[in-house]
């Protein structure tokens, strides 16, 4: 799920928040490559003593944005039903994966070269998985699902097929897709396929 940063106060808030501005503005023009710490400082017009003292490396830097993320205030969808929570949830995924500068698809595929940023991120869809399991409670408190749903099962069948056919085969946006992944997950669940079988049952 899209990640959004709040902005607190403060003077090393302000720095915190320049620098990862900066951060970002880097990695979507110029990519995981081309993310050093003193185009960074310059960017965020901070000395580079105080990048390099407080983030390290640029591998702490892309931590330390994908951790700020999950400070923010975001919520997921609450459209009413569960096909519409999901479709809602599909459509900001996609909103975020092809918006330019390509910022998200950059994090992720960071992730694979930094180890300090690969744990950033875990951290960071763990935090998002657990919001949003509330689409799947709200889900089997309306009658939609089986009491014992597996929340995670289901949230990644809905959102899988943006990720395969943004990151993995690279198509085009295809404004139809969210909807139709989050139908067929909906369906799929509401007839049992995520239901864990009660204790004791093999």
Known sequence: MPPTR?????????IRTQVLDAVLAELGEH?????TMDAVAARAGVHRATVYRRWGDVGGLLADV?????????????????????AALNHEIQAAMTAQPPIMAALIAASFRSEKADHAQRRLWEDR???????????VQRGELPPRTDARRLLIAATAPLYHHLVLLRTPSDPDLPG???????LAASAGAFAEPPAGDT
Not at 31 to 35: A, N
Not at 129 to 138: F, H, L, M, Q
């Open 6 to 14: 709040r902005r607190p106060g403060g003077r090393t808030a302000r």
């Open 31 to 35: 990519g995981y490559d081309g993310l």
């Open 66 to 86: 994908l951790d700020a993320a999950s400070d923010d205030d975001w919520q997921p969808p609450d459209t009413g039903s569960l096909e519409g929570d999901l």
């Open 129 to 139: 998985y657990a919001r949003c399991e509330d689409i799947v409670g709200r889900a």
């Open 180 to 186: 139709q992944a989050a139908r067929t997950a909906a």
